[in-house]
């Protein structure tokens, strides 16, 4: 249905449906615009099956999309999805290839809910395996996209691709990376996380977002307070500047990371003095 820009309303009446026993996907174009929504996301859709001992469920996926346009600037291209983890009662999905966009949807349905199901714009163009059966994509359960010895890096939505041709190219130079791709940011799947950093000693987090409180924060948060004795360097995060976004293409070129600067990143952790 074509329906009017009333991001708050429909919101609503999706939360309503579900409560009343659908289970709608909303489709809300641009994650830009979900704080519009934000009191029926996290005051009602968020909270109504704990406050209501479990006897309320709200089994509503929202899909949105994320990340950079072509000077789309400052309201048309955030990467919002860190914000969402911050709510209890939520589940924040952020698949990086056709075959976990499909599984991951799939699984979002069935969920007792709420999701928050973000897609990549930049993904859109991308092509892959996907089967023709119904499958679920696990939610909080990594990937390893690519193994490695000497570096973990750990990547959400489309830096995923960033990373592992990043990675291919550093072998080039002798360096291993390892490319984890956690799937769904809310559940986390720390284990998986944990478990590469105590093989390669060394952590570095690729997001699409802002590094600033974002979800690259909380993944190296917990890895300090769960695996500090795993670390051999510090801890690098790759990810947005603490600035809007900007407009122009020669601006966009500074502000987006991509594949140089996870390799820097790698090569700062791998060759600064921290030995391999």
């Given at each position: 249905?074509?329906?009017?820009?009333?991001?708050?309303?429909?919101?609503?009446?999706?939360?309503?449906?579900?409560?009343?026993?659908?289970?709608?996907v909303f489709i809300?174009?641009?994650?830009?615009?979900?704080?519009?929504?934000?009191?029926?996301?996290?005051?009602?859709?968020?909270?109504?099956?704990?406050?209501?001992?479990?006897?309320?469920?709200?089994?509503?996926?929202?899909?949105?999309?994320?990340?950079?346009?072509?000077?789309?600037?400052?309201?048309?291209?955030?990467a919002l999805h860190?914000?969402?983890?911050?709510?209890?009662?939520?589940?924040?999905?952020?698949?990086?290839?056709?075959?976990?966009?499909?599984?991951?949807?799939?699984?979002?349905?069935?969920?007792?809910?709420?999701?928050?199901?973000?897609?990549?714009?930049?993904?859109?163009?991308?092509?892959?395996?996907?089967?023709?059966?119904?499958?679920?994509?696990?939610?909080?359960?990594?990937?390893?996209?690519?193994?490695?010895?000497?570096?973990?890096?750990?990547?959400?939505?489309?830096?995923?691709?960033?990373?592992?041709?990043?990675?291919?190219?550093?072998?080039?130079?002798?360096?291993?990376?390892?490319?984890?791709?956690?799937?769904?940011?809310?559940?986390?799947?720390?284990?998986?996380?944990?478990?590469?950093?105590?093989?390669?000693?060394?952590?570095?987090?690729?997001?699409?977002g802002n590094t600033?409180?974002?979800?690259?924060?909380?993944?190296?948060?917990?890895?300090?307070?769960?695996?500090?004795?795993?670390?051999?360097?510090?801890?690098?995060?790759?990810?947005?500047?603490?600035?809007?976004?900007?407009?122009?293409?020669?601006?966009?070129?500074?502000?987006?990371?991509?594949?140089?600067?996870?390799?820097?990143?790698?090569?700062?952790?791998?060759?600064?003095?921290?030995?391999?």
């Open positions: 249905m074509d329906t009017p820009i009333a991001e708050n309303g429909l919101t609503g009446i999706a939360v309503g449906s579900a409560i009343c026993g659908m289970r709608p809300h174009m641009r994650m830009d615009f979900l704080p519009m929504c934000m009191d029926q996301i996290v005051n009602h859709a968020a909270k109504w099956r704990y406050m209501t001992g479990g006897k309320v469920t709200v089994p509503l996926v929202i899909r949105s999309i994320i990340g950079r346009g072509w000077g789309s600037a400052a309201q048309h291209s955030q860190g914000l969402f983890t911050h709510f209890a009662g939520l589940k924040v999905a952020v698949p990086s290839t056709p075959y976990d966009a499909k599984g991951l949807l799939i699984a979002a349905v069935n969920d007792g809910g709420p999701v928050i199901f973000c897609e990549h714009r930049w993904l859109y163009d991308f092509n892959g395996y996907v089967p023709e059966e119904m499958y679920e994509a696990p939610f909080g359960k990594a990937v390893t996209r690519k193994e490695g010895r000497d570096v973990t890096i750990v990547a959400v939505s489309l830096m995923v691709y960033e990373a592992v041709k990043a990675a291919r190219e550093l072998e080039k130079e002798g360096i291993s990376a390892e490319v984890i791709d956690p799937r769904t940011i809310k559940p986390l799947d720390m284990e998986s996380i944990l478990a590469s950093v105590k093989k390669t000693g060394r952590l570095i987090i690729a997001d699409v600033m409180t974002g979800i690259s924060a909380e993944i190296a948060a917990q890895t300090a307070e769960k695996g500090f004795e795993y670390l051999k360097a510090p801890i690098l995060r790759v990810g947005l500047p603490d600035v809007p976004t900007p407009a122009g293409c020669e601006l966009e070129k500074i502000f987006y990371p991509g594949g140089a600067e996870i390799k820097k990143a790698v090569r700062e952790l791998t060759g600064g003095g921290y030995g391999r």
